[in-house]
């Protein structure tokens, strides 16, 4: 029966996340928001709402462990498995972007999260807060910064057409389906960590993770399948970002938590530094900004040797 909850749970998630991000920018096309504005700010924040939901419904209902490890394991399966994968399909090229802003912003936001759990092992309101803003911050300079250039394709023009009672109907569709989505998805996993004998956090950064990164990693495949230009390394850098600013800053300010499990320190949040760190010599070497087939076997093979030490370790 949790495996069934499980499974429910994360289609639920996909319809949710999917009707949430229709309405959302049919809503942002009805308050004249531009195409650029609703890309960067709307779509990333629906999109983050399964993970959001998910860390939501763990942190309220005693699972700490498991809200938090949901974000590390899906920035480590963003970069180990979505990226990695993609880039076995064909080569991604990388824009200068990487290393001057997206790639800095996401070890600060990376380096602080382990600071703020390292410190007193608590994931404080204040400190929620605090990189929630930070993301605030970087979205208005990211706005600023390519206000000259109309970026926004990625935005269905089609939704500015939608009637108010489609919108309505989708936001209620949404809700229902992230709402019961999470509960149960938590619920299933915390059951089956009980019946094979691993903690939470195990779940956390590899179940749960992997299931909230499935939609992205479809997504990405069949983009790069197609050859289009819709993945990018910017787009998972961003997701990462969003993922910790948001998911886990709005978490804490509903809920702070507490990391009871060592192993969330000693190792699973290294492994998402790593993760982050090796982007810089894939990226500039030995082919510049390139993220070939056989770069991305190495992060596939990285992310397998993660997978396997975190249940024989456990």
Do not use: C
Request: hydrophobic content about 55%; overall charge neutral.
């Amino acid at each position: 029966m949790s495996v069934v909850l499980v499974i429910i749970g994360f289609i639920l998630l996909v319809i949710g996340g999917e009707y949430l991000v229709r309405a959302s920018v049919a809503l942002s096309f009805k308050f004249n928001i531009s195409k650029m504005i609703i890309g960067m700010t709307v779509v990333s924040f629906a999109t983050s709402a399964p993970e959001l939901l998910v860390s939501l419904q763990a942190a309220l209902s005693g699972s700490p462990e498991i809200a938090i490890n949901n974000v590390i394991g899906s920035n480590i399966a963003n970069i180990g498995l979505v990226l990695g994968i993609t880039a076995m399909v064909g080569n991604i090229e990388v824009d200068k972007s990487f290393y001057k802003l997206n790639w800095p912003v996401m070890m600060v936001f990376s380096l602080a999260l382990y600071y703020f759990l390292k410190n007193d092992f608590l994931f404080s309101s204040f400190e929620g807060g605090a990189v929630f803003m930070g993301l605030i911050v970087f979205l208005i300079y990211l706005i600023r910064r390519v206000k000259k250039e109309e970026h926004g394709d990625e935005v269905d023009d089609s939704l500015a057409i939608v009637s108010n009672f489609k919108i309505g109907l989708w936001l209620i569709i949404g809700a229902l389906a992230l709402y019961f989505g999470s509960e149960w998805l938590v619920q299933g996993a915390k059951d089956i960590a009980v019946a094979i004998g691993v903690s939470e956090a195990v779940i956390g950064v590899s179940l749960i993770a992997i299931g909230t990164s499935v939609p992205e990693l479809a997504a990405s495949v069949i983009a790069a399948a197609k050859q289009e230009k819709a993945i990018s390394l910017g787009n998972l850098i961003g997701s990462n970002i969003f993922n910790i600013a948001s998911v886990l800053g709005i978490t804490a300010l509903v809920k702070p938590m507490k990391v009871t499990g060592q192993e969330i320190l000693s190792n699973d949040i290294i492994w998402m530094l790593g993760f982050a760190a090796v982007l810089i010599p894939l990226v500039l070497l030995p082919k510049r900004m390139e993220i070939s087939r056989w770069k991305g076997f190495i992060l596939v093979l990285g992310y397998g040797v993660f997978m396997f030490l975190l249940f024989i370790s456990k």
